[in-house]
C-alpha cells in the first residue's frame, strides 16, 4: 500500500511503497509530517 509524507509549508512526496524519496532540511528545528492518504500516520523530524 503506498505512503507520500507532507511536511507543513510544502508539496507531498509522491506515493511511496519502499524508500526513495528524501528531503534536505537548512535550518535547525522541529518538522511535523504526515501521510495525506492515511492521515492518522504522522510523525515528527527533528534537526539539531
Known amino acids: 500500500m503506498p505512503h507520500n509524507v507532507?511536511?507543513?509549508g510544502g508539496p507531498a512526496s509522491?506515493?511511496?511503497r519502499t524508500g526513495g524519496w528524501q528531503r534536505?532540511?537548512?535550518h535547525p528545528?522541529?518538522?511535523d509530517y504526515v501521510?495525506?492518504?492515511h492521515p492518522i500516520m504522522k510523525g515528527t523530524v527533528s534537526v539539531g
Open 14 to 16: 509522491p506515493k511511496l
Open 35 to 37: 501521510c495525506t492518504l
Open 6 to 8: 507532507a511536511f507543513d
Open 29 to 31: 528545528g522541529t518538522y
Open 24 to 26: 534536505t532540511f537548512d
